[in-house]
């Protein structure tokens, strides 16, 4: 499984105009996340955080927090009484992305891939395709 957070939209926090989505799998080395960011005035999409951590309550501690952190973030861009953008919302998202680390914690560890996933693509041509 490759993490796809704006592909599948299950943990977001953000507003009618700026979303920040997570997601997070159990991979050999530990749990690796990532997160975008869709901002529709700004005209952009971008993984601006990704990694692994170790699969431990400890490993989790920076990743419990990634959708106040990405809230607060949102909140200083769209501050109460802004307009025309909704709510900003990820309480509920806190609390279910909580569950998912947490149950990514009791999953035994996949074994390694005997040959890497290679992509035909890398980070660059996706930058250099972008209108």
Do not use: K
């Not at 507003?15 to 960011?37: H, K, M």
């Not at 990820?90 to 040959?115: F, G, K």
Request: glycine letters at 10%.
């Amino acid at each position: 499984m490759a993490l796809d957070a704006f592909g599948h939209l299950t943990w977001t926090v953000g507003n009618d105009d700026w979303i920040a989505c997570f997601d997070a799998e159990r991979v050999p080395e530990g749990i690796s996340y990532e997160v975008v960011v869709d901002c529709e005035s700004g005209g952009f999409v971008d993984t601006l955080d990704r990694g692994v951590v170790p699969a431990t309550d400890e490993g989790i501690r920076s990743l419990l927090g990634l959708p106040d952190a990405w809230a607060g973030i949102c909140m200083e861009h769209y501050p109460t009484g802004t307009r025309g953008y909704g709510r900003i919302s990820w309480r509920r998202t806190a609390r279910s992305w909580e569950r998912h680390l947490r149950s990514l914690l009791s999953q035994p560890a996949p074994e390694p891939d005997e040959e890497p996933e290679e992509t035909w693509w890398t980070e660059r041509d996706l930058r250099s395709w972008r209108p």
